[in-house]
């Protein structure tokens, strides 16, 4: 059964400073990955997501994930934070050719200082 | 797309009653999952529906929970004799596909509260 690890649950950092958010997956077979976000008081949305191809993508707002099939992993970053990006993101595993039920992980807590 | 819907958006209950969850997924969505998600962790998986079928359940699902989606469209979740365990956040998500990868469109939730 596929599983999610977030290792970091909080991660605070400066405005203007990079951050990466880790998440590492598991699985006997290939997946598909996505991140989600959260802002305080909202749902979840979709911010990026891999399904083939490149194995790194990008989201509108200046994220971007690296999808790496040899350490199980799927980070996500961004070059320079703002206070907006203050938000709870969630990493999320789907089997490929399996059910299509989705896993999370535990979530990570992004607090961007002023 | 007005989105995926979620009623009521808070409940409040005393321990052992039953409660009726609703969402309205989006209109041409033929997949539909429940979420529970407790405060600091992520949304943990219940239940999924491909139309009205329900093809999966998770083990950890008490046999108080039940779901039903007739007619493919809207679903209900209800808890019997309710716990104060059951306390969280309900999320329903819906999405299309016919193959794996289809992102998932969260509604707001609904917040149980048993006391």
């Known amino acids: 059964a596929q599983s999610v690890t977030q290792l970091d649950s909080q991660v605070p950092v400066f405005e203007e400073a990079p951050v990466e958010l880790r998440c590492n997956y598991s699985?006997?077979?290939?997946?598909?990955l996505f991140w989600y976000v959260q802002y305080p008081n909202q749902g979840l949305q979709l911010l990026l997501k891999?399904?083939?191809?490149?194995?790194l993508v990008e989201s509108i707002n200046g994220f971007e994930a690296e999808f790496n099939k040899s350490q199980t992993s799927f980070h996500l970053r961004k070059p320079s934070v703002h206070i907006s990006d203050t938000a709870e993101y969630f990493c999320?595993?789907?089997?490929?050719?399996?059910?299509?039920?989705?896993?999370f992980g535990t979530g990570t807590r992004l607090k961007v200082l002023a | 797309d007005t989105g995926v819907s979620q009623n009521p958006r808070h409940k409040i209950t005393k321990r052992g009653q039953n409660v009726t969850f609703r969402c309205d997924p989006i209109?041409?969505?033929?997949?539909l999952y429940w979420y529970r998600q407790t405060l600091g962790q992520g949304p943990e998986f219940l239940t999924y529906?491909?139309?009205?079928?329900?093809l999966e359940k998770s083990r950890l699902l008490s046999d108080r929970f039940s779901a039903e989606r007739p007619k493919g469209s809207f679903s209900t979740l209800e808890i019997q004799r309710t716990e104060q365990g059951d306390s969280a956040m309900y999320l329903c998500?819906?999405?299309w596909g016919t193959g794996g990868g289809s992102p998932l469109h969260f509604g707001n939730g609904t917040r149980l509260t048993v006391t």
């Open positions: 998500a819906s999405s």
């Open positions: 699985s006997s077979v290939s997946v598909y």
């Open positions: 891999y399904l083939s191809g490149s194995t």
């Open positions: 999320a595993v789907s089997e490929m050719g399996g059910t299509y039920k989705y896993i």
């Open positions: 209109s041409e969505h033929n997949r």
């Open positions: 529906f491909q139309n009205e079928a329900q």
